[in-house]
């Protein structure tokens, strides 16, 4: 069993969708949750990240985390066609520039 | 500043070569950390140079080696080149003294064994 799983999708919504992105994991030691948006050919940018657990908003992006359940979440409002990209999960335990450990990453394809 | 920047972009090699790949880290970051990611999987953690030294490794084998310089660039080097090792490398760069999220990853290395 993978220590993080990610649905691979394809996902594919119309432009102005609420967009669902979730991992699950299994290593109780894991402390800070991150979101990484990835475009094609380029190397993973953060978009978001949370500390233990708690929900996190940033403009049309919400983080939500679930230590009790060990499920994260990314919700995208309003998603745009320039959202379209592969989106990483990634965790990480509680010290100092530790490894990251990414799920499969999801495509998601948005049209308008 | 210019960010993470890494090279070669992009290189094609046979079976059984050799490959050095090269990242220049943030200005300000001393720790630089290499993943591996290929088609179709999130990146996986190779190891992690700090002060010049191995600091943390992944599941990786031997063929993988690294270094690091005083200038806190680094190296990734990959011995005995197998059609598996085909990927996008990523080099992340970050301080010592940061948060896990503050690492900022490089626009990658791809490699292509044939």
């Known amino acids: 069993q993978k220590e993080v799983e990610q649905d691979p999708g394809p996902l594919s919504v119309p432009e102005g969708a609420i967009v669902s992105l979730n991992c699950t994991y299994s290593?109780?030691?894991?402390?800070?949750f991150m979101w990484y948006r990835q475009y094609s050919r380029k190397g993973p940018e953060l978009l978001m990240y949370?500390?233990?657990?708690g929900n996190k908003e940033d403009g049309r992006f919400t983080a939500q985390v679930d230590k009790s359940s060990k499920y994260i979440s990314l919700f995208i409002r309003d998603s745009q066609p320039s959202d379209s990209a592969t989106y990483l999960c990634?965790?990480?335990?509680?010290?100092?520039?530790?490894?990251?450990?990414f799920g499969t990453g999801t495509r998601l394809q948005v049209f308008p | 500043d210019a960010g993470v920047t890494q090279s070669p972009t992009h290189l094609i090699k046979t079976r059984g070569q050799q490959v050095t790949l090269r990242c220049s880290p943030k200005?300000?970051?001393?720790?630089v950390s290499w993943y591996q990611q290929a088609l179709g999987q999130g990146p996986q953690f190779i190891f992690q140079?700090?002060?010049?030294?191995?600091?943390q490794r992944g599941n990786f084998p031997d063929r993988f080696s690294g270094h690091q310089f005083p200038n806190y660039s680094s190296e990734l080097n990959v011995n005995a080149l197998l059609l598996g090792d085909s990927a996008l490398y990523l080099c992340?760069?970050?301080?010592?003294?940061?948060?896990?999220?503050?690492?900022?990853f490089g626009p990658g290395t791809r490699l292509t064994v044939t």
């Open positions: 290593n109780s030691a894991f402390q800070y």
């Open positions: 990634a965790m990480s335990g509680g010290y100092n520039t530790d490894k990251l450990i």
């Open positions: 949370t500390y233990s657990s």
């Open positions: 140079y700090y002060e010049e030294e191995e600091r």
């Open positions: 992340a760069s970050s301080r010592t003294d940061g948060t896990p999220y503050e690492q900022y």
């Open positions: 200005s300000g970051h001393d720790t």
